[in-house]
């Protein structure tokens, strides 16, 4: 029987399988693989890279007498191989099969998480809580600890409680199933094509800035047709988008829109510093210019948005690509989870406040991390001078009128309008955004102006987080957005009554 050059192991057996039986039955030995035969054309073809060795003596069985060749069982052992390596390390999770319950998850992530839940959040059943001052709760606080079958997160510290209180649950049970939903996907283990950023675009191509849709489709993003892949894009490109909305001369927000007319004076001059004039600059001498200094946006209170891959913080420098960005994260959660990745230096006469510098992005954008408040940087005069057309400042949910968080503002907010740089502020809800702003409004004294009203942002995430320490709150990245800036004092000829006495807006 003769073999084709390219006939694999399997087909192999299949043929000597179905070929006659010899009315003699012989013992292949190594002697008789010497011959020109079928098994010795298989071991040349399947491995001629390995050493030869005799072909097994199988016992031989008078009623179905099958002959295999060493070179057919190592052709079985090669296929078993190959698909164990072809099998994943671990499960996958279907489209159809992402919803699971916390406590009973296929992902060791998600269970820590559930039990981190289960130690810190507390029933919201109203027994718990004082119906009025002076009024004790009918029962203690108590942690949650029944889960609801239909969004999969514990939220009750009991069934009864569960079903007590079920109608206020189910204001939110299918957000929290969303969630939950998102969570597995993300641990799925599935290839994430949304997170293939495109690079550079040329000048002739306009970016839109209507929204998420025309924004993906403007820069050529790969194609989002399902509502979850857009979710999860969004949670990370919301921070640089967002920022370049405001910034962009092609923003959303114009005097028509949200924009103040002293906005449009602080942002005129960022602009002009992101959108330069051709110079007819090239590679040669003759073609050398000048290049303006890089936009310094300072990022306080730096926390998620440090740690995101530095391809999301690029489409910023895409969205201007004639200019240049020195982004500067300031916090003391700047650098959480990130000491594996790029320890903490030594603070040195050189380097007195830890700097940790980022300076191989492509070339037009370089990133500073500071593990420190921004109060102690400011009073040491590190970034000083500051410029209106160079530098703005950038807080996103910074929580200034939170009651946790709000002294920690206290003694940043006079040097901040005290720069005169624009200052723009995301929150995480309506309530949030307002309660911020009257704290900014009863702190700074009328010492500052509002440059853009407070409304929901055009390029929010659109995936909801949860609070692992209050299941029933939920909330999304960058909700809404607003901006302020010190307030500044022009001469002015008088007009007469009825001026307006440049207030910013903020009773507007």
């Not at 507390?122 to 119906?131: E, G, I, W």
């Not at 924009?259 to 602009?271: F, I, N, T, V």
């Not at 009328?446 to 390029?459: H, K, T, V």
């Not at 008088?494 to 807006?505: A, F, I, P, Q």
């Amino acid at each position: 029987m003769a073999t084709l050059p390219s006939i694999c192991s399997k087909c192999l057996r299949q043929a000597i399988r179905s070929t006659p039986k010899p009315t003699t039955h012989r013992t292949f030995t190594a002697s008789a693989s010497k011959t020109p035969s079928s098994a010795s054309t298989t071991r040349r073809i399947h491995h001629s890279t390995r050493q030869r060795t005799p072909a097994t003596i199988e016992p031989q069985n008078h009623s179905n007498a099958t002959p295999y060749t060493s070179g057919a069982v190592r052709g079985r052992q090669t296929d078993q191989a190959a698909a164990a390596q072809r099998q994943p390390s671990r499960v996958l999770l279907q489209p159809n099969n992402l919803f699971h319950s916390y406590t009973h998850s296929p992902s060791p992530e998600i269970r820590q998480r559930a039990a981190f839940m289960r130690q810190n959040a507390y029933c919201p059943h109203p027994d718990h809580h004082a119906s009025s001052e002076g009024e004790e709760a009918v029962a203690p606080p108590r942690h949650v600890t029944h889960e609801c079958p239909d969004c999969g997160i514990p939220v009750s510290c009991s069934p009864d409680h569960f079903v007590d209180d079920y109608a206020s649950h189910l204001e939110i049970c299918d957000l929290l199933r969303q969630i939950n939903e998102d969570d597995h996907d993300l641990l799925s283990g599935r290839f994430f094509p949304e997170f293939e950023y495109p690079g550079p675009q040329i000048d002739e191509a306009q970016v839109n800035l209507t929204n998420w849709d025309t924004l993906l489709y403007s820069r050529e993003f790969n194609a989002v047709n399902e509502e979850r892949p857009m979710r999860q894009v969004t949670r990370l490109l919301t921070y640089p988008i967002t920022v370049g909305s405001v910034l962009h001369e092609l923003s959303p927000y114009s005097l028509n829109d949200r924009l103040l007319p002293e906005g449009l004076r602080s942002l005129s001059a960022l602009r002009h510093t992101l959108h330069p004039p051709r110079s007819g600059a090239g590679v040669d001498i003759k073609g050398l210019r000048p290049n303006p200094p890089p936009l310094r946006l300072f990022i306080l209170g730096a926390r998620a948005e440090s740690s995101l891959p530095r391809e999301v913080w690029l489409q910023l420098s895409h969205l201007f690509p004639r200019s240049s960005f020195h982004l500067i994260f300031i916090g003391p959660e700047s650098m959480s989870g990130r000491d594996h990745e790029y320890p903490l230096p030594e603070r040195t006469p050189i380097n007195p406040f830890g700097q940790i510098v980022e300076d191989r992005l492509g070339g037009q954008m370089k990133i500073s991390t500071y593990v420190e408040y921004y109060h102690t940087l400011h009073e040491a005069q590190h970034f000083h001078p500051f410029d209106p057309y160079f530098d703005a400042f950038v807080l996103f949910h910074p929580g200034l009128g939170h009651p946790a968080s709000s002294h920690e503002w206290a003694q940043t907010l006079p040097q901040l309008l005290e720069t005169k740089c624009p200052v723009i502020c995301t929150g995480y809800t309506e309530f949030d955004m307002e309660r911020d702003i009257a704290w900014v409004k009863e702190t700074c004294g009328g010492e500052a102006d509002l440059l853009m009203r407070p409304g929901e942002n055009r390029f929010r995430s659109l995936r909801w987080d949860l609070n692992d320490a209050d299941p029933g709150d939920v909330s999304c990245g960058n909700w809404g957005v607003w901006a302020f800036r010190g307030k500044r004092y022009e001469a002015d000829e008088y007009r007469g009554k009825g001026t307006e006495d440049g207030s910013g807006g903020w009773d507007r």
